[in-house]
């Protein structure tokens, strides 16, 4: 190839172009090296950088955010339950052992129950029904068995029985019944909304406090296993079956003689029979209602029976008139760094009257309890040992 450049201009390119590969061929030989090390050098500060991150992620998840809100102040007790009320159960029994201080030496109290006084009210009646148609019904017979003697003699007119005397029994029958009616129905008490079973476990605690002082507790058992006391009624009422036997009898022999007399004399004897059936009747209902021959809460006369009995240990007793409401509060602090620490308070209200047998008022004071907050490890090492036996 001619080269179209003069020689001189030749010579200085090529003199360049010789000095430029004598520099450059040496650089390029030298750069894999450093390339490898710049690359190590990058990747480690990655590494460390990746770990710093780490570390300070770790750091603000044990932290609190700055962003934090304070508690609502919320109960919630679904993680512990019923815990609370242990202090609120405590409360109960100091209520109590305060209330029996507060009671007049000498003198026992029964705790008031709508429901048993009225069964007490209603049983008391129901017996005295019993006694007193067993009476009349006596009394009765012997009347009407005079008026047969007298009309027996064929011939002779027949005495003149007022019928005013068949009167006063159906007027009692009836009344009777209708106080059975009451031991039939179901008697409902309106309870506190919140804590079912409060007055029950203060009457318990009352009993525990002082037994000698607390001669009835209202609700409860109240002598369904008293089989002396309802075989004494079982008595009255087959006494009075007896004399209800004895008057049937004796208006079937009277339906005889009206079937066998004419005139007026049929008519009087047939007036007679009539408002004597018409009492026998009567004394059937009453006695039919009591259902005797059934032993459960559906018969007045086994209810009877036990009213009767819890009316007899309570006489003369005053009466403790008391309500109560109890609560338990759980508060459960959580710590970052601690865990989760248990505190229970409980809050008590009580209210009583004391009365007479009579009504007449004798004392009535409301009291108020709150127990401080009661730290509870839940390792089970911080409280008293009283507070995790109860006794």
């Not at 068995?145 to 003699?153: F, K």
């Not at 408002?275 to 059934?294: I, N, P, R, Y």
């Amino acid at each position: 190839m001619v080269s179209l450049l003069p020689p001189r201009v030749a010579g200085h390119l090529v003199l360049m172009f010789s000095l430029l590969a004598a520099f450059v061929a040496p650089a390029c030989a030298q750069s894999a090296p450093e390339l490898a090390a710049l690359r190590a050098r990058a990747l480690a500060a990655q590494a460390r950088q990746a770990s710093a991150e780490a570390e300070r992620a770790e750091l603000l998840a044990r932290l609190p955010s700055s962003q934090s809100k304070a508690l609502a102040g919320s109960l919630d007790t679904r993680q512990f339950g019923a815990a609370g009320l242990v202090r609120a159960f405590d409360l109960a029994r100091e209520l109590a052992t305060d209330l029996c201080a507060r009671l007049p030496a000498g003198r026992r109290a029964a705790l008031y129950d709508p429901a048993t006084a009225q069964g007490m009210v209603a049983a008391r009646m129901v017996d005295s029904a019993l006694a007193r148609l067993s009476s009349e019904m006596a009394a009765k017979n012997k009347e009407l068995q005079r008026y047969l003697d007298t009309n027996r003699p064929p011939g002779s007119g027949p005495a003149a029985l007022p019928l005013a005397v068949f009167t006063v029994v159906p007027a009692t029958v009836r009344a009777s019944a209708d106080l059975a009616a009451l031991l039939r129905s179901n008697v409902t008490v309106a309870g506190i909304g919140y804590g079912e079973g409060a007055r029950s476990l203060f009457a318990s605690a009352l009993a525990q406090s002082c037994p000698a002082s607390i001669s009835g507790l209202g609700a409860g058992y109240l002598g369904e296993l008293d089989w002396e006391r309802y075989d004494k009624l079982l008595g009255r009422v087959g006494a009075l079956a007896a004399h209800r036997a004895a008057y049937a009898g004796r208006i079937a022999e009277l339906q005889g003689l009206a079937d066998a007399a004419k005139g007026d004399q049929k008519k009087q004897f047939a007036a007679v029979v009539q408002a004597a059936l018409a009492q026998l009747k009567l004394v059937d209902s009453f006695t039919d209602s009591l259902q005797a021959g059934e032993a459960s809460e559906k018969s007045p006369l086994f209810n009877t029976a036990r009213h009767l009995g819890y009316s007899e240990r309570t006489a003369g007793s005053l009466v403790l008139d008391a309500d109560l409401r109890l609560e338990g509060l759980t508060i459960v602090k959580e710590n970052l760094f601690t865990g989760q620490h248990l505190r229970l308070s409980g809050v008590a209200f009580l209210w009583y009257r004391l009365h007479e047998p009579d009504g007449q008022l004798i004392r009535a004071e409301a009291l108020r309890r709150i127990t401080r907050p009661l730290e509870v490890d839940l390792r089970g090492s911080n409280a008293a040992d009283s507070f995790w036996s109860g006794n």
